[in-house]
């Protein structure tokens, strides 16, 4: 499985950005596909999940009303719709893929099989 990540730079404070995260190797089906990040000195973070087959979206708190997870079957491409971005939302994101991860489980790193190389976002206040 591959997953090439896309889409970030910088955005001043309330501006929006779009994650996109190819992928390729393997039937995604059964899967979930997360965004996380992770900002110096800060262990990773959950930020979205979305079932592939279904579609069932999940957010961190801290995201919720401003960030949207979706996916294209057709291209096998997740995105993460970033709109009223805060200083805080600056770090570098990745995107996963986890087979068997269930929804008590995706928020946790462990979850996930598979990783993008991150792309990094920077929200300038």
């Known amino acids: 499985v591959q997953l090439q990540a896309s889409g970030g730079g910088l955005v001043q404070a309330g501006g929006s950005l779009r994650l996109s995260c190819a992928a390729s190797g393997r039937t995604f089906s059964n899967s979930v596909m997360g965004w996380f990040r992770q900002a110096p000195g800060k262990e990773r973070e959950f930020v979205a999940a979305?079932?592939?087959?279904?579609?069932?979206?999940y957010y961190a708190d801290s995201v919720k009303g401003r960030f949207t997870i979706s996916r294209d079957k057709v291209k096998n491409t997740v995105y993460l719709q970033m709109n009223s971005l805060k200083p805080e939302d600056t770090a570098v994101y990745y995107c996963a893929v986890g087979y068997g991860t269930i929804p008590t489980t995706m928020r946790l790193a462990r979850a996930y099989d598979y990783w993008g190389q991150g792309t990094q976002v920077t929200v300038s206040s």
């Open positions: 979305i079932r592939w087959s279904i579609g069932n979206a």
